[in-house]
Protein backbone atom coordinates (compact mmCIF):
# COMPACT_ATOMS: atom_id res chain seq x y z
CA UNK A 1 0.00 0.00 0.00
CA UNK A 2 1.34 3.51 -1.20
CA UNK A 3 0.05 6.80 0.27
CA UNK A 4 -0.08 10.12 -1.88
CA UNK A 5 0.38 14.07 -0.85
CA UNK A 6 -3.43 14.21 -0.18
CA UNK A 7 -3.19 12.27 3.26
CA UNK A 8 -1.23 14.88 4.31
CA UNK A 9 -3.68 17.48 3.37
CA UNK A 10 -6.37 15.32 4.59
CA UNK A 11 -4.89 15.27 8.37
CA UNK A 12 -4.28 18.97 8.58
CA UNK A 13 -8.00 19.58 7.52
CA UNK A 14 -9.05 17.24 9.93
CA UNK A 15 -7.47 18.45 12.65
CA UNK A 16 -8.47 22.35 12.29
CA UNK A 17 -11.71 21.38 11.66
CA UNK A 18 -12.05 18.76 14.90
CA UNK A 19 -9.53 20.98 17.00
CA UNK A 20 -12.83 23.59 17.85
CA UNK A 21 -15.05 21.11 19.38
CA UNK A 22 -12.84 18.28 20.84
CA UNK A 23 -9.89 17.84 23.13
CA UNK A 24 -6.28 17.69 21.18
CA UNK A 25 -5.88 13.94 21.95
CA UNK A 26 -9.74 13.61 20.96
CA UNK A 27 -9.39 15.02 17.77
CA UNK A 28 -6.39 13.56 16.57
CA UNK A 29 -7.34 10.24 17.41
CA UNK A 30 -10.65 10.60 15.38
CA UNK A 31 -8.92 11.91 12.24
CA UNK A 32 -6.61 9.37 12.42
CA UNK A 33 -9.58 7.27 12.66
CA UNK A 34 -11.16 8.39 9.56
CA UNK A 35 -8.15 9.01 7.78
CA UNK A 36 -7.44 4.75 8.02
CA UNK A 37 -11.09 4.19 6.95
CA UNK A 38 -10.33 6.41 3.84
CA UNK A 39 -7.26 4.69 3.11
CA UNK A 40 -9.36 1.37 3.38
CA UNK A 41 -11.97 2.47 1.29
CA UNK A 42 -10.05 3.96 -1.56
CA UNK A 43 -7.69 0.68 -1.47
CA UNK A 44 -10.93 -1.33 -1.49
CA UNK A 45 -12.34 0.13 -4.42
CA UNK A 46 -8.39 0.15 -6.39
CA UNK A 47 -8.74 -2.75 -9.29
CA UNK A 48 -6.36 -5.59 -8.14
CA UNK A 49 -3.09 -5.89 -10.42
CA UNK A 50 -3.13 -9.60 -10.22
CA UNK A 51 -5.98 -10.23 -12.59
CA UNK A 52 -4.81 -8.08 -15.25
CA UNK A 53 -4.05 -9.62 -18.48
CA UNK A 54 -1.15 -8.32 -20.94
CA UNK A 55 -0.12 -9.22 -25.00
CA UNK A 56 2.83 -8.46 -26.63
CA UNK A 57 2.98 -7.19 -30.17
CA UNK A 58 5.45 -4.94 -31.84
CA UNK A 59 8.68 -4.93 -34.14
CA UNK A 60 10.83 -7.70 -32.88
CA UNK A 61 14.36 -6.69 -34.47
CA UNK A 62 15.68 -3.38 -35.94
CA UNK A 63 19.08 -2.15 -36.70
CA UNK A 64 21.52 -0.44 -33.74
CA UNK A 65 20.87 3.68 -33.72
CA UNK A 66 17.43 2.78 -34.65
CA UNK A 67 13.76 3.19 -32.73
CA UNK A 68 11.86 0.06 -31.98
CA UNK A 69 8.19 0.00 -31.07
CA UNK A 70 7.03 -2.98 -28.65
CA UNK A 71 2.86 -2.64 -28.24
CA UNK A 72 1.69 -3.97 -24.67
CA UNK A 73 -2.23 -4.60 -24.75
CA UNK A 74 -3.54 -4.52 -21.24
CA UNK A 75 -6.97 -6.04 -20.46
CA UNK A 76 -8.52 -5.57 -16.92
CA UNK A 77 -11.38 -8.06 -16.52
CA UNK A 78 -12.38 -6.91 -12.89
CA UNK A 79 -15.92 -4.39 -12.68
CA UNK A 80 -13.24 -1.73 -11.28
CA UNK A 81 -12.10 1.02 -13.23
CA UNK A 82 -7.84 0.64 -13.54
CA UNK A 83 -6.44 4.02 -12.97
CA UNK A 84 -2.36 2.92 -12.95
CA UNK A 85 1.33 3.96 -13.61
CA UNK A 86 2.43 1.15 -15.39
CA UNK A 87 6.46 0.93 -16.18
CA UNK A 88 7.16 -1.69 -19.31
CA UNK A 89 11.00 -2.48 -18.31
CA UNK A 90 13.69 -3.61 -20.40
CA UNK A 91 17.27 -3.65 -20.06
CA UNK A 92 19.34 0.01 -19.51
CA UNK A 93 20.72 -0.71 -23.10
CA UNK A 94 17.61 -0.51 -24.78
CA UNK A 95 16.48 2.97 -23.71
CA UNK A 96 18.78 5.41 -24.78
CA UNK A 97 20.02 8.00 -21.99
CA UNK A 98 17.26 10.29 -20.56
CA UNK A 99 14.39 8.21 -21.98
CA UNK A 100 13.34 5.72 -19.49
CA UNK A 101 10.45 8.03 -17.92
CA UNK A 102 8.87 9.29 -21.02
CA UNK A 103 8.87 6.08 -22.74
CA UNK A 104 8.54 3.35 -20.44
CA UNK A 105 5.94 5.03 -17.53
CA UNK A 106 2.20 5.19 -18.43
CA UNK A 107 -0.50 6.45 -17.17
CA UNK A 108 -3.85 5.04 -17.48
CA UNK A 109 -7.53 4.53 -16.73
CA UNK A 110 -9.16 1.69 -18.23
CA UNK A 111 -12.98 0.59 -17.42
CA UNK A 112 -13.64 -2.42 -16.62
CA UNK A 113 -13.63 -5.34 -18.94
CA UNK A 114 -12.34 -2.87 -21.73
CA UNK A 115 -8.67 -2.53 -22.64
CA UNK A 116 -6.04 -0.33 -23.70
CA UNK A 117 -2.37 -0.40 -26.22
CA UNK A 118 0.18 1.14 -24.53
CA UNK A 119 3.80 1.49 -26.88
CA UNK A 120 7.13 1.85 -25.56
CA UNK A 121 9.69 3.29 -27.94
CA UNK A 122 13.50 1.48 -27.66
CA UNK A 123 16.01 3.16 -28.98
CA UNK A 124 18.96 -0.05 -28.76
CA UNK A 125 22.31 1.07 -27.83
CA UNK A 126 24.29 -2.48 -28.45
CA UNK A 127 23.76 -5.69 -30.18
CA UNK A 128 22.02 -8.43 -29.60
CA UNK A 129 18.71 -9.36 -27.86
CA UNK A 130 17.25 -7.71 -25.74
CA UNK A 131 14.47 -9.40 -23.03
CA UNK A 132 11.91 -7.35 -21.93
CA UNK A 133 12.19 -7.45 -17.83
CA UNK A 134 8.88 -7.20 -16.26
CA UNK A 135 5.91 -5.10 -16.20
CA UNK A 136 5.13 -3.13 -13.22
CA UNK A 137 1.89 -1.44 -12.25
CA UNK A 138 0.46 0.85 -9.62
CA UNK A 139 -3.18 0.43 -9.37
CA UNK A 140 -4.93 3.52 -7.52
CA UNK A 141 -8.03 4.35 -5.88
CA UNK A 142 -10.20 6.73 -6.40
CA UNK A 143 -9.17 9.25 -4.21
CA UNK A 144 -5.33 8.82 -4.51
CA UNK A 145 -4.78 7.96 -0.86
CA UNK A 146 -3.53 4.20 -1.36
CA UNK A 147 -2.25 2.13 -4.44
CA UNK A 148 -1.99 -2.03 -5.07
CA UNK A 149 1.44 -2.53 -6.86
CA UNK A 150 2.61 -5.80 -8.42
CA UNK A 151 4.36 -7.40 -11.47
CA UNK A 152 4.27 -9.44 -14.64
CA UNK A 153 6.56 -11.38 -16.67
CA UNK A 154 5.16 -10.32 -20.14
CA UNK A 155 7.47 -12.38 -22.54
CA UNK A 156 9.05 -9.85 -25.33
CA UNK A 157 12.64 -9.70 -27.56
CA UNK A 158 13.63 -7.47 -29.94
CA UNK A 159 17.26 -8.81 -31.49
CA UNK A 160 19.24 -5.30 -32.57
CA UNK A 161 21.19 -5.72 -35.95
CA UNK A 162 24.33 -4.77 -36.82
CA UNK A 163 24.10 -0.82 -38.19
CA UNK A 164 25.53 -1.53 -42.21
CA UNK A 165 26.97 1.84 -41.85
CA UNK A 166 28.96 1.04 -44.92
CA UNK A 167 25.48 0.69 -47.14
CA UNK A 168 26.26 4.20 -48.19
CA UNK A 169 29.47 2.62 -50.51
CA UNK A 170 27.14 -0.08 -52.21
CA UNK A 171 25.90 2.11 -55.09
CA UNK A 172 29.90 3.60 -55.65
CA UNK A 173 30.96 -0.48 -55.35
CA UNK A 174 28.99 -2.03 -57.77
CA UNK A 175 29.32 0.99 -60.34
CA UNK A 176 32.71 -0.41 -60.33
CA UNK A 177 31.44 -3.97 -60.95
CA UNK A 178 29.19 -3.15 -63.93
CA UNK A 179 32.61 -1.80 -65.72
CA UNK A 180 34.03 -5.34 -64.44
CA UNK A 181 31.28 -7.26 -65.99
CA UNK A 182 30.80 -6.20 -69.36
CA UNK A 183 27.98 -3.64 -69.06
CA UNK A 184 30.77 -1.05 -70.64
CA UNK A 185 33.56 -1.05 -72.59
CA UNK A 186 36.29 -1.94 -69.45
CA UNK A 187 36.82 -5.33 -69.90
CA UNK A 188 39.91 -7.65 -68.96
CA UNK A 189 41.34 -10.61 -69.89
CA UNK A 190 42.93 -13.10 -66.71
CA UNK A 191 43.30 -16.57 -65.55
CA UNK A 192 39.86 -15.95 -63.94
CA UNK A 193 37.56 -14.61 -66.40
CA UNK A 194 35.72 -15.85 -68.98
CA UNK A 195 34.84 -15.26 -72.78
CA UNK A 196 31.84 -12.94 -73.12
CA UNK A 197 31.56 -11.31 -77.09
CA UNK A 198 32.98 -10.23 -80.17
CA UNK A 199 32.86 -6.84 -80.79
CA UNK A 200 35.14 -4.38 -84.22
CA UNK A 201 38.85 -3.70 -82.66
CA UNK A 202 39.79 -0.16 -81.83
CA UNK A 203 42.98 1.94 -81.59
CA UNK A 204 44.26 0.57 -78.35
CA UNK A 205 42.95 -3.02 -77.89
CA UNK A 206 45.25 -6.00 -77.15
CA UNK A 207 45.84 -7.69 -80.11
CA UNK A 208 46.17 -10.92 -78.84
CA UNK A 209 42.58 -10.61 -78.20
CA UNK A 210 41.86 -10.32 -81.78
CA UNK A 211 40.04 -13.58 -83.26
CA UNK A 212 41.60 -14.34 -86.47
CA UNK A 213 38.55 -17.01 -87.24
CA UNK A 214 35.87 -14.39 -86.58
CA UNK A 215 37.63 -12.13 -88.48
CA UNK A 216 37.68 -14.21 -91.46
CA UNK A 217 34.07 -14.03 -91.54
CA UNK A 218 33.54 -10.05 -90.79
CA UNK A 219 34.72 -7.37 -93.32
CA UNK A 220 36.36 -5.62 -89.52
CA UNK A 221 38.37 -6.83 -87.15
CA UNK A 222 36.90 -8.81 -84.36
CA UNK A 223 38.27 -8.79 -80.83
CA UNK A 224 37.06 -11.10 -77.61
CA UNK A 225 35.89 -9.20 -74.73
CA UNK A 226 36.33 -11.23 -71.37
CA UNK A 227 34.20 -10.60 -68.04
CA UNK A 228 35.24 -11.93 -64.56
CA UNK A 229 34.00 -15.62 -63.71
CA UNK A 230 30.61 -15.87 -61.48
CA UNK A 231 29.75 -18.49 -58.85
CA UNK A 232 33.18 -17.96 -57.47
CA UNK A 233 33.36 -19.64 -53.24
CA UNK A 234 33.97 -16.21 -50.43
CA UNK A 235 34.15 -17.22 -46.77
CA UNK A 236 34.28 -14.60 -44.32
CA UNK A 237 36.30 -15.26 -41.41
CA UNK A 238 35.68 -13.34 -37.97
CA UNK A 239 37.67 -14.23 -35.51
CA UNK A 240 36.21 -13.45 -32.27
CA UNK A 241 39.09 -14.01 -29.64
CA UNK A 242 40.41 -11.04 -27.20
CA UNK A 243 42.42 -9.22 -30.21
CA UNK A 244 38.76 -8.30 -31.49
CA UNK A 245 37.18 -6.96 -27.89
CA UNK A 246 39.81 -4.39 -28.42
CA UNK A 247 37.58 -0.68 -28.88
CA UNK A 248 38.27 1.92 -31.39
CA UNK A 249 36.73 4.55 -30.43
CA UNK A 250 33.22 4.03 -29.28
CA UNK A 251 32.77 0.39 -30.70
CA UNK A 252 34.94 -2.74 -30.40
CA UNK A 253 36.94 -3.97 -33.55
CA UNK A 254 34.34 -6.82 -34.09
CA UNK A 255 31.73 -3.85 -35.36
CA UNK A 256 33.95 -2.49 -37.47
CA UNK A 257 35.06 -5.75 -39.18
CA UNK A 258 31.21 -6.97 -39.15
CA UNK A 259 30.45 -3.84 -40.93
CA UNK A 260 33.08 -4.46 -43.39
CA UNK A 261 32.08 -7.90 -43.93
CA UNK A 262 28.25 -7.20 -44.75
CA UNK A 263 29.66 -4.45 -47.49
CA UNK A 264 31.78 -6.99 -49.25
CA UNK A 265 29.22 -10.02 -49.24
CA UNK A 266 26.67 -7.50 -50.28
CA UNK A 267 29.11 -6.68 -53.11
CA UNK A 268 29.81 -10.42 -54.06
CA UNK A 269 26.10 -11.13 -54.11
CA UNK A 270 25.56 -8.50 -56.59
CA UNK A 271 28.65 -10.12 -58.31
CA UNK A 272 27.08 -13.75 -59.01
CA UNK A 273 29.54 -15.17 -55.83
CA UNK A 274 28.47 -17.54 -53.37
CA UNK A 275 29.65 -15.94 -49.79
CA UNK A 276 29.39 -18.11 -46.51
CA UNK A 277 30.15 -17.08 -42.90
CA UNK A 278 32.65 -18.42 -40.17
CA UNK A 279 33.19 -16.57 -36.68
CA UNK A 280 35.59 -18.45 -34.37
CA UNK A 281 37.79 -18.59 -31.39
CA UNK A 282 38.22 -21.72 -30.04
CA UNK A 283 35.05 -23.27 -31.66
CA UNK A 284 32.94 -21.88 -33.50
CA UNK A 285 30.39 -18.44 -32.81
CA UNK A 286 28.32 -18.43 -36.03
CA UNK A 287 28.13 -19.94 -39.49
CA UNK A 288 26.19 -19.60 -42.14
CA UNK A 289 26.55 -21.27 -45.29
CA UNK A 290 24.56 -22.52 -48.24
CA UNK A 291 22.41 -19.04 -48.33
CA UNK A 292 20.64 -17.39 -51.92
CA UNK A 293 22.31 -14.13 -52.92
CA UNK A 294 18.12 -13.04 -51.92
CA UNK A 295 18.72 -14.82 -48.35
CA UNK A 296 22.24 -13.53 -47.83
CA UNK A 297 21.89 -10.22 -46.10
CA UNK A 298 19.30 -11.17 -43.60
CA UNK A 299 21.01 -14.82 -42.62
CA UNK A 300 24.06 -12.71 -42.07
CA UNK A 301 22.74 -10.00 -39.67
CA UNK A 302 21.07 -12.31 -38.03
CA UNK A 303 24.04 -14.65 -37.38
CA UNK A 304 26.23 -11.87 -36.33
CA UNK A 305 23.72 -9.84 -33.90
CA UNK A 306 24.48 -11.46 -30.48
CA UNK A 307 28.00 -12.10 -31.64
CA UNK A 308 30.62 -11.07 -28.87
CA UNK A 309 34.36 -11.47 -28.55
CA UNK A 310 35.87 -13.76 -26.27
CA UNK A 311 38.72 -12.99 -24.00
CA UNK A 312 40.32 -16.11 -24.93
CA UNK A 313 43.33 -16.40 -27.03
CA UNK A 314 42.39 -17.40 -30.66
CA UNK A 315 43.13 -21.12 -31.48
CA UNK A 316 45.18 -20.66 -35.08
CA UNK A 317 45.38 -23.89 -35.82
CA UNK A 318 41.46 -24.99 -35.32
CA UNK A 319 40.63 -22.22 -37.10
CA UNK A 320 42.62 -23.01 -39.85
CA UNK A 321 40.87 -26.53 -39.72
CA UNK A 322 37.47 -25.49 -39.50
CA UNK A 323 38.44 -23.01 -42.44
CA UNK A 324 39.81 -26.57 -44.56
CA UNK A 325 36.29 -27.91 -43.73
CA UNK A 326 34.01 -25.16 -44.65
CA UNK A 327 35.85 -24.43 -48.02
CA UNK A 328 36.99 -27.96 -49.36
CA UNK A 329 37.52 -26.15 -52.64
CA UNK A 330 39.96 -23.20 -53.94
CA UNK A 331 38.27 -19.91 -52.32
CA UNK A 332 38.81 -16.55 -51.09
CA UNK A 333 39.33 -16.15 -47.58
CA UNK A 334 38.96 -13.23 -46.05
CA UNK A 335 39.96 -13.70 -42.39
CA UNK A 336 39.54 -10.37 -40.14
CA UNK A 337 41.68 -10.61 -37.44
CA UNK A 338 44.77 -8.37 -35.61
CA UNK A 339 48.17 -7.32 -36.49
CA UNK A 340 49.27 -7.45 -33.24
CA UNK A 341 52.81 -9.00 -33.32
CA UNK A 342 52.85 -11.51 -30.78
CA UNK A 343 49.51 -13.46 -31.99
CA UNK A 344 50.67 -13.05 -35.49
CA UNK A 345 54.14 -14.08 -35.37
CA UNK A 346 53.61 -17.16 -32.78
CA UNK A 347 49.76 -18.68 -33.74
CA UNK A 348 49.02 -17.62 -37.01
CA UNK A 349 52.23 -17.60 -39.23
CA UNK A 350 52.77 -21.13 -39.05
CA UNK A 351 49.22 -22.05 -40.17
CA UNK A 352 48.85 -20.06 -43.09
CA UNK A 353 50.92 -21.57 -45.73
CA UNK A 354 48.77 -24.68 -45.56
CA UNK A 355 46.04 -21.84 -46.48
CA UNK A 356 47.33 -19.52 -48.76
CA UNK A 357 48.43 -23.23 -51.33
CA UNK A 358 44.92 -23.88 -51.44
CA UNK A 359 43.12 -20.43 -51.19
CA UNK A 360 43.52 -16.86 -52.17
CA UNK A 361 43.78 -14.90 -48.60
CA UNK A 362 43.50 -11.83 -47.53
CA UNK A 363 43.71 -9.98 -43.86
CA UNK A 364 41.48 -7.16 -42.77
CA UNK A 365 42.85 -5.24 -39.65
CA UNK A 366 41.34 -2.61 -37.81
CA UNK A 367 43.85 0.18 -37.23
CA UNK A 368 42.85 2.91 -34.72
CA UNK A 369 42.99 6.59 -35.84
CA UNK A 370 43.91 7.59 -32.67
CA UNK A 371 47.54 6.36 -33.10
CA UNK A 372 47.67 8.19 -36.07
CA UNK A 373 46.06 11.54 -34.01
CA UNK A 374 49.17 10.47 -31.70
CA UNK A 375 52.24 10.05 -33.63
CA UNK A 376 51.66 13.96 -34.93
CA UNK A 377 51.59 15.15 -31.77
CA UNK A 378 54.66 17.37 -31.05
CA UNK A 379 53.61 20.06 -28.62
CA UNK A 380 54.39 19.39 -25.47
CA UNK A 381 56.57 16.87 -23.82
CA UNK A 382 54.06 14.19 -23.33
CA UNK A 383 52.83 14.35 -27.05
CA UNK A 384 56.34 13.42 -28.15
CA UNK A 385 56.72 10.81 -25.80
CA UNK A 386 53.19 9.76 -27.05
CA UNK A 387 54.38 10.32 -30.82
CA UNK A 388 57.01 7.97 -30.07
CA UNK A 389 55.16 5.26 -28.85
CA UNK A 390 52.64 5.55 -31.52
CA UNK A 391 55.22 5.50 -34.37
CA UNK A 392 56.47 2.41 -32.43
CA UNK A 393 52.92 0.72 -32.93
CA UNK A 394 53.17 1.81 -36.49
CA UNK A 395 56.36 0.21 -37.27
CA UNK A 396 55.17 -3.31 -35.74
CA UNK A 397 51.77 -3.42 -37.68
CA UNK A 398 53.95 -2.35 -41.14
CA UNK A 399 56.48 -5.37 -39.93
CA UNK A 400 53.92 -7.55 -39.63
CA UNK A 401 51.87 -6.54 -42.63
CA UNK A 402 55.27 -7.41 -44.55
CA UNK A 403 55.41 -10.75 -43.43
CA UNK A 404 52.16 -11.66 -44.53
CA UNK A 405 52.82 -9.99 -47.67
CA UNK A 406 55.58 -12.47 -48.40
CA UNK A 407 54.04 -14.96 -48.15
CA UNK A 408 51.21 -13.54 -50.79
CA UNK A 409 48.60 -12.46 -49.08
CA UNK A 410 46.65 -9.12 -49.52
CA UNK A 411 46.73 -7.21 -46.33
CA UNK A 412 44.42 -4.76 -45.08
CA UNK A 413 44.94 -1.85 -42.05
CA UNK A 414 42.42 0.87 -42.58
CA UNK A 415 40.39 2.87 -39.56
CA UNK A 416 36.97 1.80 -38.89
CA UNK A 417 35.85 4.24 -41.49
CA UNK A 418 37.80 3.00 -44.45
CA UNK A 419 38.26 -0.84 -43.68
CA UNK A 420 34.76 -1.29 -45.60
CA UNK A 421 35.66 0.75 -49.17
CA UNK A 422 38.99 -0.75 -49.07
CA UNK A 423 38.15 -4.32 -48.56
CA UNK A 424 35.29 -3.88 -51.79
CA UNK A 425 37.67 -1.91 -53.76
CA UNK A 426 40.47 -5.17 -52.37
CA UNK A 427 37.84 -7.68 -53.86
CA UNK A 428 37.09 -5.82 -57.04
CA UNK A 429 40.66 -5.84 -57.83
CA UNK A 430 41.10 -9.44 -57.41
CA UNK A 431 38.33 -10.19 -59.62
CA UNK A 432 39.34 -7.82 -62.07
CA UNK A 433 42.95 -9.15 -62.14
CA UNK A 434 41.82 -12.91 -62.83
CA UNK A 435 42.76 -13.63 -59.39
CA UNK A 436 39.60 -14.98 -57.98
Same mark, same amino acid.
Given at each position: ???????????????????????????????????????????????????????????????????????????????????????????? /???????????????????????????????????????????????????????????????????????????????????????????????????????????????????? /???????????????????????????????????????????????????????????????????????????????????????????????????? /?????????????????????? /???????????????????????????RHELIVAAVADPRI?????????????????????????????????????????????????????????????????
Open positions: MALTGRTALIAALGALFVGFALPSWLGILTVQLALLIAILCDLALAAPVRKLHFTRTGDTSVRLTGEAETHLTVTNPDRRTLRATIRDAWPP /SSLAAGTDAPTSHHTVRIPGAERRRLTTVLRPTRRGDHHAVRVTVRSHGPLGLAARQGSHYVPGTVRVLPPFTSRKHLPAKLARLRELDGRTSILTRGEGTEFDSLRDYTPGDDTR /SIDWRATARRQAVAVRTWRPERDRRILLVLETGRTSAGRVGDFPRLDASMDAALLLAALAARAGDRVDLLAYDRRVRASVQGRTARDLLPALTNALAPLE /SELIEADARGLAATIHRSAPRR /SLIILFTGLDTAPVEEALLPVLPGLTQEEMAAGRHTPEAVYGAAAAEQTRTARRRTADRLRHQGITVIDSTPDHLAPDLADAYLTLKSTGRL
